[in-house]
């Protein structure tokens, strides 16, 4: 008995909802499910950054993978969902193998080392039970809550009519208390502190929230936001952002983000005048500039236009690299990755492109710079 061949090297698996799915993880880092016996038809989930080289069953509806990244994450099933970190070997360190006993995890990697992760909290009796379709055994004595940081109900459409207001006011009331009812330490608990490991720079194009787009909650991810992701050394607002992100926060991460369909690419494209953003548009307009040649060379508009978003994305992230807050920070030892992707709002998926820089051997010489002695 054989399930059908996937473009994709499968490195990992657990069997889950009392023994009718399987859970793999891949090379590419996605996830795929299988029902039980029907081994033709397989749900593709993608949404790791790196390979799952590691999976863990947490109950019949939740698991905990361990990626080449050396994060251990916590995934919902029904549905399926980023629920948080649960452990961090550092990303030169892919986590190997992970198990679960008595309401510990304990996990190896390649730091040599072997740690245990305390996730009694995810464990507590007397909340809310997680939920799936299907019936569960009701004597599993430890069935994990659901710690999703997102309220079950369906989020609404602003309603137009609403002038003052109030009435986002209300759903805000609605949504916390949602939230209370799977968690009541929840704002006490991240009132106190935040730890993002990650720094996104994006668009404020509506459509590409950076929380939703990563299935992770308040507290975990660091925001920065502006027309067309773009750096520029002279933008005293997003360097500032950068700043207290890797000196303050110490983020491990820093994911400068393009979509498809950007107005602001799509305006530097061409040769419109939108009034005071025009200063702001120049940037992408002189990337357009230095990769002249090769755009031009893309005879479908379409195609040249998603060039010049990845282009753009990849200068961005550049310009973050060049910054003496990001040099400082390797030279000092800081562990820092700066990656460059781009989402496509058509699919709802985002992919990375290809670049990304963890130290400064990469930069053009005349951008490296050094302290001064003092």
């Known amino acids: 008995m054989l399930s059908d061949e996937i473009d994709d090297e499968l490195l990992s698996m657990t069997v889950v909802k009392n023994g009718e799915s399987v859970i793999a993880g891949s090379q590419s880092g996605a996830l795929y499910i299988w029902d039980w016996n029907k081994w033709e038809k397989t749900t593709k989930w993608i949404g790791h950054p790196s390979s799952v080289d590691a999976i863990c069953k947490l109950d019949e509806s939740a ?8 994060l251990l994450r916590f995934i919902s099933l029904l549905p399926k969902k980023f629920e948080g970190i649960l452990g961090d070997h550092g990303q030169d360190f892919p986590i190997e193998c992970v198990k679960m006993k008595n309401n510990y995890l304990a996990s190896c990697a390649h730091d040599l080392q072997l740690k245990f992760w305390n996730i009694q909290f995810l464990f507590e009796q007397d909340q809310t039970k997680r939920k799936y379709s299907d019936e569960i055994d009701d004597d599993d004595d430890n069935e994990l809550v659901n710690q999703s940081v997102f309220p079950t109900a369906n989020t609404t459409k602003f309603n137009v009519d609403d002038i003052d207001l109030d009435g986002l006011l209300e759903q805000n009331k609605i949504w916390a208390k949602s939230i209370l009812e799977e968690d009541p330490n929840f704002f006490k608990r991240i009132a106190t502190m935040q730890q993002p490991k990650i720094l996104w720079i994006g668009c404020s194009d509506s459509r590409v929230p950076a929380n939703s787009i990563l299935q992770l909650g308040p507290g975990e991810v660091f925001v920065h936001r502006n027309i067309a992701n773009v750096v520029s050394h002279s933008d005293l607002n997003c360097l500032s952002v950068l700043q207290y992100a890797v000196e303050v926060l110490k983020v491990e991460h820093i994911i400068v983000c393009g979509h498809y ?17 025009d200063n702001w548009l120049r ?12 755009l031009e060379a893309i005879e479908d508009k ?22 003496t807050i990001v040099q400082n920070a390797w030279k000092n030892g800081q562990k820092l990755t700066v990656h460059a992707w781009a989402y496509d709002i058509e699919s709802g998926t985002a992919k990375k492109l290809e670049w990304a820089a963890s130290n400064g051997n990469t930069l053009q010489s005349i951008y490296v710079t050094q302290e001064s002695q003092r």
Not at 283 to 294: A, F, G, M, P, T
Not at 304 to 318: C, D, F, M, P, T
């Open 302 to 323: 379409t195609a040249r236009l998603h060039k010049l978003i990845e282009l753009n994305v990849i200068n961005s992230a550049e310009n973050v690299c060049h910054s």
């Open 63 to 70: 698991i905990c993978t361990g990626a080449s990244d050396g």
């Open 283 to 294: 940037n992408i307009k002189d990337v357009y500039r230095l990769h002249k040649s090769e």
């Open 261 to 277: 369909n950007c107005g602001g690419v799509g305006a530097a494209h061409g040769h419109g005048q939108y009034g005071l953003i």
